[in-house]
């Protein structure tokens, strides 16, 4: 194609795509705020159960699909279509592949997506899977697979109830391969006598899908995200039933023992005896799948390569991985440095400009779960946090936003947090013996007293001696304000009329009816590294607002306009960081007043200190009494409705509190 044929071709696309887009509007459905009492609920629900009912549902989801397939085959061999309308092995391998897709994503998450005894066994074994969880987890595997089978078997209960009268007519019995027990588990073919060979066909059919499982699994193997691990797992299953599936096979203790007490309660107790193939179906499983287990364990998987991408750590710490490294050759005792704890994944050639590219870190950061109570403000940078407000840093071993929420939670000073990964020298530089060690990765969750942006993102590393230290995947959290429940102090908010970067006009703000100013002072807590504070926190606004009203029920009792024993009342605060247009926040400002204003009144802060630094408003909330009676006032010519109030009230006194003008 001529340069200008592509030319014209690219200028239609994107005169067709303005087009389209005149006429379609994409629309966005916010997820609902979640209540209290969803909260509530899912935190009662028993981690066990759920566990189990996701285990059940995982294989009813493989297997459902699968013997349907079967069915849609095995009942159509006399359609006038030709049974080629209906289905073949190669379809059924196909359904056997997408219903395992289906089921690890689905309840993989609740689980851990066993789905096969054999693979639950193997993990107690090897992982440390708990022992106590295996009986529960084996139980409902097979649930799940009883329930697919039941439910089969009523929806296609006419098709096998014709299909039984017409192989009884016929002398033919109704279990055997091909016949419709079979839809259910699997049966020998007749010629299939020797259950040596059926046991040998079903050990490495097991074994060469366990090994795939585990190769998915493995966190040092490159060629294989989480993301695609699923689809794998489903071919492997769907490439044995491709190449096997004429010779009969079982693949699965879970998947073949329910359906087979379904075909029980239809066929009677041949189900479990026709050629004596039962057993060989049902636990052969178990030791290929142990066998295979095994075999990757001690031939195929490498300790020392997960260890090195931060998946695993040495079992007697960094010492003796030194040792081990020291003892091997890696590196000589004459040029061992501090180690730095290696926890991140690795990239494959050692240099900053590869760990920037390397799009496993801004994957992760992109699919990390933001935790509850918190907002995602800045994803997938290449920076981390600059500010004043350092209230600690935390190594991880995986990258784990949860984990980080979990602990800034727990901290008294702690408003937001940020978590990436770093690229740092497994040794000390040193200029002259080591100038430019090899890499590490290190995870790391950095608590901050302030709220974070990605305009914040001014850490991009540092150089010690030749060795570059860079920073990739950096997500910035910050607490929801929502999360701050001021009830008890006696206050509600954060209003939802406040503007995240406009505040009141303190001396502005004069009672309309009465003619007296409701600004009551401020307060101003500079942001400092250390642990006392103070830092972003509206309690602080709001136990200085209740001090304020206290104070003045003492000293203040009648003071001008109030009389009849009346006094000013801190009723509204609003709180917001004083922000360098350089998007450093450098200290938090609480504003009181006797009166209740609506936001309509702020404006946009731009201005500038004493020191001649250009401030602006950041984080901008309000925060009402609860106890105070009417709206916010409001005499704006765009103010009008039961929503405003003209004022007269004398700060929620009533009018006969206050010395009218």
């Not at 060989?280 to 799948?289: D, E, F, G, M």
């Not at 608590?447 to 230290?469: P, T």
């Not at 995947?473 to 929502?482: F, L």
């Amino acid at each position: 194609m001529s340069e200008i044929d592509r030319l014209q071709t690219n200028d239609l696309e994107l005169g067709v795509t303005d087009a389209i887009q005149k006429h379609f509007t994409r629309q966005v459905i916010q997820r609902k705020p979640v209540s209290q009492r969803t909260l509530d609920f899912e935190h009662a629900r028993p981690r066990w159960l759920r566990e189990c009912m996701a285990e059940a549902t995982g294989v009813f989801f493989y297997v459902f699909p699968g013997i349907a397939s079967i069915a849609s085959f095995t009942l159509n061999l006399e359609n006038p279509l030709g049974v080629t309308a209906f289905g073949s092995i190669f379809q059924i391998g196909w359904a056997f592949t997408l219903g395992i897709v289906f089921a690890i994503i689905t309840c993989a998450p609740t689980s851990g997506g066993h789905f096969n005894p054999a693979i639950t066994i193997a993990l107690a074994l090897w992982q440390g899977f708990p022992w106590k969880k295996v009986p529960y987890y084996i139980f409902s595997q097979i649930f799940g697979a009883f329930m697919a089978g039941l439910i089969l078997m009523g929806m296609y209960w006419p098709e096998i109830q014709a299909a039984n009268e017409q192989l009884l007519a016929a002398g033919n019995p109704l279990v055997a391969n091909g016949a419709p027990a079979s839809i259910l588990c699997s049966f020998p073919n007749p010629n299939q006598t020797n259950m040596g060979w059926v046991f040998m066909t079903e050990f490495f059919v097991d074994s060469f899908i366990a090994i795939v499982i585990w190769s998915c699994l493995d966190p040092a193997n490159p060629f294989v995200t989480p993301a695609a691990a699923p689809f794998i797992i489903g071919l492997a299953y769907g490439n044995m039933v491709w190449g096997f599936g004429g010779n009969t096979i079982s693949t699965n203790l879970a998947r073949d023992l329910g359906t087979r007490f379904v075909a029980l309660i239809f066929y009677g107790r041949e189900a479990f005896t026709y050629m004596g193939y039962a057993p060989v179906a049902i636990l052969v499983n178990i030791p290929a799948t142990l066998f295979a287990t095994a075999y990757y364990e001690v031939v195929l998987r490498d300790s020392f390569l997960i260890i090195g991408k931060g998946h695993a750590q040495h079992r007697d710490g960094d010492d003796a991985l030194m040792r081990h490294i020291s003892k091997t050759g890696i590196i000589k005792d004459d040029d061992l440095r501090q180690i730095t704890s290696n926890v991140g994944k690795c990239h494959c050639i050692d240099t900053p400009e590869e760990f920037l590219n390397f799009t496993e870190f801004y994957t992760t950061a992109r699919i990390a779960t933001v935790p509850l109570g918190y907002d995602l403000v800045g994803q997938a940078l290449n920076g981390s946090v600059y500010g004043d407000v350092f209230r600690g840093v935390q190594l991880l071993t995986s990258y784990d936003p949860v984990s980080c929420a979990g602990i800034c939670s727990g901290m008294t000073f702690c408003t937001s947090f940020n978590i990436y990964y770093e690229r740092d020298p497994v040794l000390n530089p040193d200029p002259v013996n080591c100038p430019n060690p090899n890499s590490t990765t290190n995870i790391k969750c950095v608590f901050w007293g302030s709220s974070i942006s990605k305009e914040l993102a001014l850490n991009d590393g540092e150089i010690r001696s030749s060795f570059q230290v860079v920073i990739a995947g950096s997500n910035y959290y910050i607490k929801q304000d929502a999360l701050n429940n001021l009830t008890d102090l006696g206050f509600y908010g954060p209003r939802g009329d406040g503007q995240p970067d406009t505040i009141f006009s303190a001396g502005k703000l004069i009672e309309p009816t009465d003619k007296y100013p409701t600004f009551m002072g401020g307060y101003r807590g500079y942001y400092a590294n250390r642990p006392e504070g103070p830092n972003y926190d509206p309690t602080i606004c709001a136990k200085k607002c209740n001090e304020l009203t206290i104070y003045n029920s003492v000293n203040r009792v009648n003071s001008t306009p109030y009389v009849n024993g009346a006094y000013p009342k801190c009723n509204m605060f609003t709180i917001f960081e004083d922000v360098q247009t350089d998007a450093v926040p450098f200290s938090i400002v609480c504003f009181f007043f006797s009166t209740s204003w609506d936001s309509k009144y702020a404006t946009t802060v731009v201005g500038s200190d004493r020191k001649g630094r250009n401030l602006t408003a950041n984080l901008v909330k309000i925060y009402q009494r609860l106890d105070y009676p009417d709206p916010p006032i409001c005499v704006l010519d765009s103010c009008d409705g039961a929503q405003y109030y003209p004022g007269g009230n004398c700060s929620g006194w009533g009018s006969s509190y206050c010395r009218h003008p």
